[in-house]
């Protein structure tokens, strides 16, 4: 019995060991982890994602967005878009849960939000439009300042806000009543 507690104590630092090694390893990455996070009434909304740096490229050459092919909307894993409770985006129902976070641009111009039931996966390789929950066209525009890492910031009222050098896509979430 005593042997036993003993080996299961062990088993233990060393999965405690290993996550905190693999946290580590994530923030040392080119484009680290970070999260936006925001209660819009009694729903919290929550982006997790890797922030790239434009480092003097060009988005949409030598870096992501490319036209007409999916963005995993960050770097590194899929971006998660994550609600506890059903809301609104642009008008439809997304339910409660975790989502991957995928971009389309089309044309230069137009952009498609897509959530994605498939929201544990790295970057867009395993992208599955069959897995798609909706897709909502959003236009762009251009931020007051050049936004050298991706950012996400999400507003009391709900306005989530993608930085990303010299584009902006703002988009409206809303609790379900």
């Known amino acids: 019995m005593k042997n036993l507690f003993s080996k299961t104590i062990l088993i233990l630092l060393i999965l405690t060991s290993l996550a905190a090694c693999t946290q580590k390893y994530k923030s ?3 484009s680290p982890p970070a999260t936006a996070t925001q209660r819009v009434g009694e729903t919290t909304i929550t982006i997790a ?14 870096l992501e967005p490319l036209p007409d092919s999916i963005w995993r909307a960050g770097a590194n894993e899929a971006t998660v878009f994550e609600v506890d409770k059903d809301v609104l985006v642009e008008g439809k129902t997304l339910p ?13 111009k137009s952009w498609n939000l897509i959530f994605n039931k498939t929201w544990d996966q790295w970057g867009a ?26 950012t996400y910031s999400i507003s009391a009222d709900g306005i989530v806000s993608l930085l990303w050098g010299n584009k902006q896509i703002d988009f409206q979430v809303q609790e379900k009543k």
């Open 28 to 30: 040392k990455r080119l």
């Open 49 to 62: 994602y890797s922030q790239p740096s434009v480092n003097g490229r060009t988005i949409g050459v030598d």
């Open 96 to 108: 409660k849960g975790k989502y991957g976070f995928f971009i389309l641009q089309q044309g230069g």
């Open 125 to 150: 390789f395993k992208y599955r439009q069959e897995d798609d929950i909706f897709r909502v066209p959003v236009r762009g525009g251009k931020p007051e300042v050049f936004a050298e890492k991706l």
